[in-house]
T-cell receptor, first 114, second 113 residues
Framework: AQSVSQHNHHVILSEAASLELGCNYS??????LFWYVQYPGQHLQLLLK??????LVKGIKGFEAEFIKSKFSFNLRKPSVQWSDTAEYFC????????????FGQGTTLQVKP | NAGVTQTPKFRVLKTGQSMTLLCAQD?????MYWYRQDPGMGLRLIHY???????AKGEVPDGYNVSRLKKQNFLLGLESAAPSQTSVYFC????????????FGQGTRLTVV
């Protein structure tokens, strides 16, 4: 069955530290991959997405992610975090043969200390 | 352009009561989804729809029913609410399946006592 796993449940960083959040999925076919962010008290917003082409995708607010097909991974990175990046981050996958099923990981809570 | 609108935003129910959550989108999207968000569990798909008149079960469909009578609306029903259904519910919509992104509503916080 299609699934998504996020390795880090709670990450605490100081401002200017580098960030990498892990995401692995299980699905054998073509996938769309997403990272969404949820700021405290708000709804989910799209950070970035991968549909096809260049496996290194850039999103908003300096975030980027790399799709490594052989590892079934789509890790999120940011070279220097800010206090305003404090939020919950969700990885999601949509598989080609599961029409309509957009499945999310458990989420990672990022706390950035000023 | 309102995007995805959920009604109500907050609700408290007693065990055994029923209610319907409404999701409306004005983007002419084909696909609509209902998720529940619980601490440490992420977002879990309850039901989804790939077009008007269609519905399908997601990961955690038990205790919920849905209807998509109009393209712009996706209703989530709880026939007999249980405390385990206390959660934040999010609706989302997308233009199609693959190669499109989903847009989310603001959420409905439901408490069942």
């Amino acid at each position: 069955a299609q699934s998504v796993s996020q390795h880090n449940h709670h990450v605490i960083l100081s401002e200017a530290a580098s960030l990498e959040l892990g995401c692995n999925y299980s699905y054998g076919g073509t996938v769309n991959l997403f990272w969404y962010v949820q700021y405290p008290g708000q709804h989910l917003q799209l950070l970035l997405k991968y549909f096809s082409g260049d496996p290194l995708v850039k999103g908003i607010k300096g975030f980027e992610a790399e799709f490594i097909k052989s590892k079934f991974s789509f890790n999120l990175r940011k070279p220097s975090v800010q206090w305003s990046d404090t939020a919950e981050y969700f990885c999601a996958v949509h598989g080609s043969s599961n029409t309509g099923k957009l499945i999310f990981g458990q989420g990672t809570t990022l706390q950035v200390k000023p | 352009n309102a995007g995805v609108t959920q009604t109500p935003k907050f609700r408290v129910l007693k065990t055994g009561q029923s209610m319907t959550l409404l999701c409306a989108q004005d983007m002419n999207h084909e696909y609509m989804y209902w998720y529940r968000q619980d601490p440490g569990m992420g977002l879990r798909l309850i039901h989804y729809s790939v077009g008007e008149g269609t519905t399908a079960k997601g990961e955690v469909p038990d205790g919920y029913n849905v209807s998509r009578l109009k393209k712009q609306n996706f209703l989530l029903g709880l026939e007999s609410a249980a405390p385990s259904q206390t959660s934040v519910y999010f609706c989302a919509s997308s233009y199609a399946g693959l190669n499109t992104e989903a847009f989310f509503g603001q959420g409905t916080r439901l408490t069942v006592v």
